[in-house]
């Protein structure tokens, strides 16, 4: 899952040291920002540039993997290296989530973190949906394959494609599914904690963008594999 960073010439992060709202206290830890959209990172750069040309002239915008960004998470945490690593989601798949949330009843005005979108069934224990792993389309959707796996979209309107083509094919099935929004830090959380086996099933299915990203960017830049 390719994610974006901001980095200067060393291929360090750029990062920001929040100022503690107390008084006479010591500035908060270092936070550098993970963005999942690319646009997003460079449009922030571009504020960057505008505000202060000189401190970002060697600084530029970097795909690393997700899983890359987890580890040097771990590192940071494990070595007491004093930096932490905040995901910026999407604004627009924040207000979907939101709106979803919503319409489902839910009495929420804000959503933390970077939103994620699953489908569940409503019917029996309520499981996930499962599709065979195997090649991603540009919108997101799954291929096909051999093992079933269970997909969490970044985009809301990825797994409306997928449910969309789910009624085609199975409409009974299809009517007793529910998208449901988690967040992406809960998930890393719970993948860290748990030990049950459903979550080796997970499949993560990046942006629309970042998948035509992968497709069109030279080997050499391409983010390493999960």
Request: no cysteine; proline share 8%.
């Amino acid at each position: 899952v390719p994610v974006f960073t901001i980095t200067d010439e060393n291929g360090s992060p750029l990062v920001a040291a929040p100022e503690n709202t107390t008084e006479g206290a010591e500035p908060g830890t270092p936070v550098a920002g993970v963005f999942i959209s690319q646009d997003d990172a460079e449009n922030f750069l571009d504020n960057l540039r505008s505000q202060n040309p000189t401190l970002v002239e060697d600084v530029q915008v970097v795909p690393v993997s997700l899983a890359e960004v987890y580890q040097l998470a771990v590192t940071s945490r494990e070595t007491n290296a004093g930096l932490e690593f905040v995901f910026v989601p999407m604004i627009d798949q924040v207000e979907s989530a939101v709106t979803l949330l919503q319409s489902q009843g839910y009495e929420i005005e804000e959503f933390e973190g970077v939103p994620l979108f699953i489908a569940r069934s409503l019917e029996g224990e309520g499981g996930f949906l499962t599709v065979e792993s195997g090649a991603v389309s540009p919108d997101g959707t799954p291929t096909g394959g051999q093992e079933q796996f269970i997909p969490i979209f970044f985009e809301q309107v990825q797994i409306e494609s997928m449910l969309s083509r789910l009624s085609e094919v199975q409409p009974d099935l299809a009517g007793t599914v529910e998208i449901q929004v988690i967040n992406l830090e809960g998930l890393i959380e719970t993948l860290q904690t748990s030990d049950n086996d459903e979550l080796n099933r997970i499949l993560l299915i990046p942006p629309t963008d970042s998948l035509q990203y992968l497709q069109g960017a030279p080997a050499e830049q391409m983010p390493p594999a999960q």
